[in-house]
């Protein structure tokens, strides 16, 4: 199974969350601060409006590795703690390591090992690392420390992820980010949790045992797919009245059946993502 998530930041807002949870969105990461004194102005809100409709919440900090990572960590535990903390069912702390600002690599990583170690010492959890595929390859792989962290990549691409570096797997796949979700105006970021929604509960108390490791996202129809799955999502479409191109259910998962898909998606109230996920596919059976 993979589960659907989204990521805010101020620049989503307001966020309409009864109209975010309605269709079927779990889980919401949203950004709490940024460098040594950078706090996002509506973090508090969303922090408590999301818990409110039942969606599982995270908060990331922006890392800037030009300050340091006490400094930073300091500012992200204010932060959180000034919107109520850290409740039991949150997603644990997420640092988001996606720039350089002109540092070192091994500077990065020194920095970012001590925001870790601090708010791990002060939240009792281990903390979720976010980073682009080729970034996390090029400068935090070559410490093994690193992997030890559950892994929140960005990576937008058809069919799954490319998990960087010593990492066997990633627990959240950020794959979108021009996502269309009512309740928002314009673009969002869209993600997977990588397993059953039980496994994202169980995950977000600080228990990373379920996250899958012998696959990734293989659950998901997507562009470029072809095949039996393609076929069986062609003829549900097809007897929904979507229209699947002129060759029909031919098998292959082309631009008339992403379309086809994304039409489904918005006249049924789901993420429009034009990716046969399991709550698509379940309204598909319906």
Known sequence: ??????DVSDYQDPVGWTAVASQGIKFALIKATEGKSTRA??????????????????AYHFFRP???GEDQADNFLQALNSAGGLEANDISPVLDIEVKDGVSADLIRERCLIWLDKVEAETGRKSIIYTGASFGDTN??????FAEYPLWVAHYTLGKPWVPGKWKTCAIWQYADEGKVKGIRGNVDLNWFNGSLDALKTFATGDYSQVR??????????WGDKGTAVRQVQELLIAK????GSKGADSDFGVNTAAAVTRFQRD??????GIVDPA???????
């Open 268 to 273: 049924n109230n789901l993420p429009i993502n």
């Open 140 to 145: 935090l792989s070559v410490n093994t420390q």
């Open 1 to 6: 199974m993979s589960v659907p998530g989204i």
């Open 213 to 222: 490791s012998d696959a990734v996202f293989d659950n998901l129809v997507n």
């Open 66 to 68: 030009t300050r340091t």
């Open 241 to 244: 009245g979507y229209d699947v």
């Open 280 to 286: 698509t596919l379940e309204k598909l059976n319906s």
């Open 41 to 58: 102005d509506t973090f508090k809100d969303k922090w408590q409006q999301a818990k409110s409709v039942g969606i599982l919440r995270g």
